[in-house]
C-alpha cells in the first residue's frame, strides 16, 4: 500500500466482485481515469484485504477513500457516479495542503458546522438520507421523529467526510446518528429513546403541526387542489392518469399533492373530508369529489365555472 503515501490525490475503491454496483463505478472510475492523468486509481478488493478494511471502517460497498501525502482527505460510502466525479475533480485542483497548516481550515469548518446545526429548527445528522437510512440506528430515529410528525431536516454524513469527522469533535459526541433542536444537541439513538420512554421527548421537539392543521393548509395552498397518486408528470393510477388529462383539458392552474408520499395525509384526509379513495379535487378549501363527479361536471359543462369559482 505504499500507493497510499504518493504525493499526487489517489482515490482507493474498496469493491466486491458480486456487487454488480461496484462493477458500474469500476467503469466510471476508467472514465475518471482517462481524464485526471494526475490521480492514481486503485482497486482494492475489500474481503481480500481484511485488516485494511477494517482500519478505515468500510462497512459496505464500493466505498471509495481519497488519499493525499499518506493522509486520508476524503470519503464517499456508495454507488454515486456525480459524487465521485465532484469529489475528485475538487481534490485534484486543490494544492496539497501543507499538513501543518491547521489552524486557518479548523475555523472554517467549525463556522460551517454551526451554519449547518442551525439550518432547521431541528437538524438531524445521519447515515443516508430520511428515505434512505444507512445503518439500523438511522432508521429507528427517522421511525421515532416520522411517528411525531415533527418537521426536520437532515444531512448524510457519508456524503462529506470533513463534516462526519468534524463534528464528532465539535459536539463531543462520538457517534451518529446526533439530533439537534434549536442548535443544541439533544444526543444520539439512546438518549432520544430514553426522552421518549420518560415521555420527555415532545417537550424536547419542535411542535408537531396538527394532522387537521397541517390537511387544512395543504388543502388552502392552491385555490384549485388535486391530490392524486403521483405527480401531474407521472401519474401512478388509471383515474389519477383520467382527472390529469380532464384538468389540463381545462387550462385552469392547478396544484398536485402526492399521496403515496406521505402516508398520514393519505389516511388522514379520507376521514377529514369523508371520501374513501384517490384522486380527490379541491377548489378554495371545498371537495369537490373524485374521478366520477369530475368526468360528470365535464360532460354537463360545470366543471370549468367551477374551478374557476364561478360557482
Known sequence: LLVFSSRSLVVVHFWAPWAPQCAQMNEVMAALAKEHTQVTFVKLEAEAVPEVSERYEISSVPTFLFFKNAQKIDRLDGAHAPELTKKVQRHASSASVPALANDGPKEDLNTRLKKLINAAPCMLFMKGS??????????????ILNKRGVPFSSFDIFSDE??????????????????????????????????????????????????????????????????????????????????????????????????????????????????????????????????????????????????????
Open 130 to 143: 430520511p428515505k434512505e437510512p444507512r445503518c439500523g440506528f438511522s432508521r429507528q430515529m427517522v421511525e
Open 162 to 311: 470533513e463534516v462526519r469527522q468534524g463534528l464528532k469533535t465539535y459536539s463531543n459526541w462520538p457517534t451518529y446518528p446526533q439530533l439537534y433542536v434549536a442548535g443544541e444537541l439533544i444526543g444520539g439513538l439512546d438518549i432520544v429513546k430514553e426522552l421518549e420512554a420518560s415521555g420527555e421527548l415532545d417537550a424536547v421537539l419542535p411542535k408537531a403541526q396538527k394532522l387537521e392543521d397541517r390537511l387544512k393548509a395543504l388543502i388552502n395552498k392552491a385555490p384549485v387542489m388535486l391530490f392524486m397518486k403521483g405527480s401531474k408528470e407521472v401519474a401512478k393510477c388509471g383515474f389519477s392518469k383520467q382527472i390529469i388529462e380532464i384538468m389540463n383539458s381545462t387550462g385552469v392552474d392547478y396544484e398536485t399533492f402526492d399521496i403515496l408520499e406521505d402516508e398520514e395525509v393519505r389516511q388522514g384526509l379520507k376521514t377529514y373530508s369523508n371520501w374513501p379513495t384517490y384522486p380527490q379535487l379541491y377548489v378554495k378549501g371545498d371537495l369537490v369529489g373524485g374521478i366520477d363527479i369530475v368526468k360528470e361536471l365535464k360532460e354537463t359543462g360545470e366543471l370549468l365555472p367551477i374551478l374557476r369559482g364561478e360557482n
